[in-house]
């Protein structure tokens, strides 16, 4: 069972395949190839700007929400939190950010709040690895599970790193998945 909280932003996620050699394994389950080439770090401040762009461009990328988001320009705005409290993992390939994961906490429940990769870095498992680096700060402070409401075209990339299918949630567009992750 999951919780029944909405996202800030409706779920929507971005995804990539895994094409590495590394395996690694989230939520306990069946292990899962992680492209391993980028960085996955802890986001700071500085790195606002360059989250933001990803977050604009992996956004509109999405022709199932383009047209929604458009006419909501607001929702194309990523606030500073994640990045100033320490809950952003970002993905760095060559110097630059490529994506990003932003984790929140309310009510006891952890939820994946964002997950976006610039569409020109997608399918390397980027995301997949933002995950992971999620998951194992979460381990550390001792947090068991890990809530998403997904976006439904990012379905497939959910469930297979491990998320389960646990309810739905009514965001302000429509119905979505929620989905939940074991992470001890």
């Known amino acids: 069972m999951c919780s029944r909280r909405r996202s800030r932003r409706e779920g929507r996620a971005d995804f990539g395949d895994a094409k590495s050699r590394e395996l690694t394994v989230l939520g306990g389950s069946t292990p899962r190839l992680v492209d391993t080439s980028n960085v ?12 933001r762009d990803v977050y604009r461009r992996a956004s509109l990328s999405n022709a199932g ?12 705005i990523l606030g500073p939190e994640g990045l100033d409290e320490g809950r952003t993992q970002v993905a760095e390939e060559d110097g630059s950010v490529v994506g990003f994961a932003t984790w929140t906490e309310a009510g006891g429940v952890t939820e994946l709040e964002d997950l976006f990769v610039d569409p020109g870095w997608r399918r390397r498992g980027i995301a997949t690895a933002l995950v992971e680096g999620i998951a194992e700060v979460l381990r550390a402070r001792g947090v068991e599970r890990l809530e998403v409401t997904a976006n439904p075209h990012a379905m497939g990339f959910y469930t297979a790193i491990g998320f389960a299918r646990c309810g739905v949630a009514s965001t302000e567009f429509s119905e979505a998945p929620r989905m939940v992750l074991a992470i001890h």
């Open 40 to 51: 996955i770090r802890a986001g700071v401040p500085a790195d606002l700007a360059a989250v």
């Open 65 to 76: 929400d383009r047209a929604v988001l458009l006419a909501h320009p607001e929702h194309l």
